[in-house]
């Protein structure tokens, strides 16, 4: 998915799949309830920011949650990949989603912030710098609450994942990209040794990292801001 040379096909085969897939496996729903649902409202409009928000399907879904419970949420999605903002403008809308072909650095730059802020699958793709500019920036842009979801990285995870997909192999990139994914994706120690003070990693069945920051201390943002 990476190469800008891929197939357009197989890419945007590969964003449609990614909805039963995440359904699946990212637990998504318990990350809305536990985490999410908490800060919303049915008086006053909360905002989330989802960086790199690829096919899209997770923003829809909080938005789509929260609208059945009856509560306000603005959700703004992000991914600097044009070929994904292609995808997900493709479709049809969901109320209360706005997506943007844009980067964490351009909203920080643009000075903007937003009450929750998530990401998914997202903190395995990037180097050591990357990672800790996304820290930073998020601490920037929430105002209440980040939670940074990836894959927890294990053999039985691997060979569920294998076994699962294999049938997709030859019409999209879900089946190699998945598994090079899980590769190169974090153990809850090794997470927790790379991010900066302020960051509790946490777990999630099934094989699912979640790395939450409380965003409430103006003096901490303020430090993050000139990181």
């Not at 049915?42 to 789509?64: F, K, W, Y």
């Not at 509560?71 to 992000?78: G, H, N, S, W």
């Not at 500019?133 to 927890?152: F, G, K, P």
């Not at 997709?168 to 974090?186: H, W």
Request: hydrophobic share 40%.
């Amino acid at each position: 998915m990476d190469d800008p040379a891929c197939d357009p096909a197989a890419l945007d085969r590969t964003y449609r799949y990614f909805r039963p897939i995440n359904a699946v496996v990212s637990g998504w729903r318990r990350v809305y309830v536990r985490h999410l649902r908490p800060h919303l409202s049915v008086h006053e409009p909360t905002t989330l920011l989802d960086i790199g928000s690829g096919g899209g399907d997770v923003p829809r879904a909080l938005a789509r949650w929260a609208a059945r419970d009856g509560l306000r949420l603005a959700v703004t999605a992000v991914d600097p990949d044009e070929r994904a903002h292609r995808y997900v403008t493709a479709q049809p809308a969901t109320p209360g989603v706005e997506f943007r072909q844009a980067s964490s650095g351009d909203l920080v730059r643009d000075g903007e912030t937003f009450d929750l802020v998530t990401s998914n699958h997202l903190l395995h793709h990037l180097d050591p710098d990357t990672l800790a500019s996304l820290l930073a920036h998020s601490a920037v842009l929430a105002r209440r609450l980040v939670v940074h979801a990836d894959i927890e990285r294990g053999r039985l995870a691997y060979a569920a994942y294998a076994a699962a997909t294999w049938p997709l192999a030859r019409r999209s990139f879900v089946y190699d990209d998945g598994l090079a994914s899980v590769r190169r994706s974090y153990r809850p120690h090794e997470l927790a040794a790379v991010v900066p003070p302020g960051w509790d990693v946490r777990t999630q069945l099934p094989y699912r990292l979640l790395l939450v920051r409380d965003v409430t201390d103006a003096t901490a943002r303020e430090e993050a801001r000139h990181a």
